[in-house]
């Protein structure tokens, strides 16, 4: 039989205290406008479902999802495997170790709108190092300001310089944990370098790995910063990601209550894809 | 089956690990790499197995010569006294993983994936991952990968070292059994002497990075070809003293008994004698007659036998007999050596050889 001892809640206590004061108190504030019509002078009008209702139906709001979506998964479906090869191809040890490990985590430790600034500099097609370089010596026609293809390759190559690295110390730091006996008995077994990679390396990542694909797939589709500093949502509306979005509902047209909605859906669908993502992951572990 | 190695060599940073080292290694019996920790055991498994790069020299298997062949491609086994099973994988997939690298058809896998786990035991725990298993049944998975694979070399690195006793004894009754009559070369790595002799076969003594000796193992105990070798070669230790030859007689301290065939031949002169301490009893017997009187100073009662550590001329000495024997310790005991079974060596370790009758 199961013993219960309800001492146990006494422990957590803390962490409830916290948890509400910095997540449940704020996000009430939100429920409450999301349900209500404000003009300002804290007069509130009852409003209902109406704002998560027409969220919903707004096609404004697909779009930016849709947009959303496809800037996460670009994001995952580049950085996770590119993370993956940097660190097989990370020397285990010796003095290229900490030259490796530092210069990967340099990116990581520079502000998001810094990066954002770095890059809107570094892409502009008249003064900027790459944007000149590409129009000029290469002659490609780029210009992210006007041409959306332009930005989004520019919004994605600075996420895959900014984060990738994440992925990598995370993957090397699953490769290092890998004795060398596992590597001496696949030699042994006859076994090839994609069957080491298959049948050792990956399962022996696949924990960090899982981490590392929460934590990109949430950053990843929360971002702000970077691309607001970087396009600003544009050319017209190409890079508007759901963030953006939001912030211009919020606070460029001061629809507080459409946009408490729009927050609300948004957390919604970011635990819930987590939280699938989570339990996929993890499935086997469980049996 | 043979393999053969000539003259190799392995050096790291400028220093020889292992010395150049040639020996021909059949299949049908064992072969035993017998050497204390540090004797390069385990480098000279992992040089044939080509983990391990090879400064000089040559590694043929069959004839042919797989120096440069990568490990992949050798079609070997390697078993490590830590146990070494993929993880993740269950004991069935363990032992399948080399047939599935080599593209074996499932129907085949699962019957010789079978047979080895009836052979080890291990039928019950096909469906087990290798953290559920206990230490013995960690090493039969692995010892059972080795066999399902039916490789041309089988290397055994201390397998038993990391058993508890009893296991260790089982699984080396079996071990000879298990390799015979599957036409591999089998190199086991022991650092004991007894393992050494109850897998028989044929020994190659190591220290220091080479080969000191190489022949049957118990032609090899017997007639150990130098003082190292007759070190290596002994549990507990060989007993060894400096005896002093003038004519037909041997002095050591206040002792002396007579020398017959080569040891009689030798010119006068200080020499080394050694001794095993099963020949050295705590009765008279026919052979055993030299009598040393010591004080002894530890003993130890193992079952059957009995041990007891006594001082004499300068040199510490040690009694295994059969039978439980009453030592008093820090009492004088008489002990009874048995001349015949002296060995004798010059002071740098050259062994005079005993001719035999």
Redesign the interface.
């Known amino acids: 039989m199961k013993t219960e001892n309800q001492k146990a809640w006494f422990f957590v206590l803390p962490v409830l205290l916290l948890v509400a004061f910095n997540a449940l108190i704020p996000m009430m504030t939100v429920v409450n406008y999301s349900v209500q019509e404000t003009f300002g002078n804290n007069l509130f009008f009852w409003q209902g479902l109406d704002w998560f209702e027409q969220i919903l139906r707004s096609e404004r709001f697909h779009a930016a999802l849709g947009r959303q979506f496809l800037f996460t998964f670009l994001i995952l479906i580049i950085e996770i495997p590119l993370g993956i090869i940097i660190a097989l191809s990370m020397p285990r040890k010796g003095f290229w170790v900490p030259v490796c490990l530092v210069t990967m985590a340099l990116p990581m430790l520079i502000p998001y709108n810094v990066v954002g600034a770095m890059w809107n500099i570094f892409a502009l097609p008249d003064i900027g190092l790459m944007g000149y370089f590409l129009n000029h010596v290469l002659g490609i026609n780029y210009d992210m300001t006007q041409d959306p293809v332009a930005a989004w390759v520019t919004i994605i190559t600075m996420d895959v310089w900014h984060w990738t690295s994440l992925v990598v110390l995370l993957a090397y730091a699953g490769l290092v944990s890998i004795p060398d006996?596992?590597y001496?008995?696949a030699?042994?077994?006859?076994?090839?370098n994609w069957?080491v990679f298959r049948?050792?390396q990956l399962?022996?990542m696949k924990n960090v790995l899982t981490i590392a694909i929460l934590l990109r797939f949430m950053d990843s589709f929360n971002i702000y910063t970077e691309p607001f500093v970087l396009t600003g949502g544009g050319p017209g509306n190409s890079t508007t990601l759901l963030s953006i979005d939001l912030v211009k509902i919020a606070l460029g047209q001061f629809d507080l209550g459409p946009a408490a909605a729009m927050s609300l859906i948004y957390f919604a669908i970011t635990l819930l894809v987590s939280w699938l993502f989570y339990t996929l992951m993890t499935k086997d572990d469980l049996n | 089956m043979a393999l053969e190695l000539n003259e190799i060599t392995k050096v790291v940073g400028g220093q020889t690990h292992i010395k150049p080292t040639s020996l021909t290694l059949h299949s049908g019996h064992f072969n035993v790499l017998l050497g204390e920790t540090g004797a390069g055991k385990t480098s000279l498994i992992k040089m044939m197995?080509?983990?391990d790069p090879i400064a000089s020299g040559q590694v043929v298997m069959d004839g042919e010569d797989i120096t440069a062949l990568?490990?992949?491609?050798r079609?070997?086994?390697?078993v490590?006294q830590?146990f070494?099973n993929?993880p993740?994988?269950t004991v069935f997939d363990n032992i399948a993983?080399?047939l599935r690298?080599?593209g074996m058809a499932k129907s085949e896998i699962q019957g010789r994936v079978e047979e080895a786990a009836d052979i080890m035991q291990l039928r019950p725990m096909l469906n087990r991952r290798p953290h559920e298993l206990s230490g013995g049944q960690q090493q039969r998975t692995a010892l059972a990968r080795a066999i399902a694979?039916e490789s041309k070399a089988v290397f055994l690195d201390e397998p038993l070292a990391n058993l508890d006793y009893k296991l260790r004894e089982e699984l080396r009754e079996q071990l000879p059994e298990l390799f015979a009559g599957r036409g591999a070369v089998v190199v086991y790595a022991t650092s004991e002497p007894e393992e050494a002799l109850l897998l028989g076969g044929e020994t190659a003594l190591m220290q220091d990075g080479r080969v000191t000796q190489f022949g049957p193992t118990a032609g090899i105990y017997r007639d150990p070809a130098n003082l190292s070798a007759a070190q290596v070669f002994s549990d507990p230790p060989i007993n060894q003293a400096r005896i002093v030859k003038e004519g037909t007689t041997a002095k050591m301290g206040s002792i002396h008994w007579h020398l017959s065939g080569a040891a009689a031949d030798m010119a006068d002169g200080d020499y080394i004698v050694a001794i095993r301490p099963n020949h050295i009893l705590p009765y008279k017997t026919d052979t055993a007659f030299v009598p040393i009187t010591g004080r002894v100073g530890v003993t130890e009662l193992s079952g059957s036998e009995s041990s007891a550590h006594f001082h004499f001329a300068d040199e510490s000495w040690v009694s295994l007999a059969h039978g439980v024997h009453p030592y008093t310790v820090g009492e004088e005991h008489k002990f009874f050596m048995d001349p015949s079974a002296c060995l004798y060596f010059t002071p740098d370790g050259t062994r005079i050889k005993e001719e035999r009758a």
Do not use: C, E, R
């Open positions: 006996a596992y001496q008995a030699k042994i077994d006859g076994a090839s069957s049948f050792i399962p022996k | 197995a080509g983990l990568s490990t992949q491609k079609n070997i086994s390697l490590h830590f070494v993929y993740h994988m993983s080399p690298v080599a694979k």
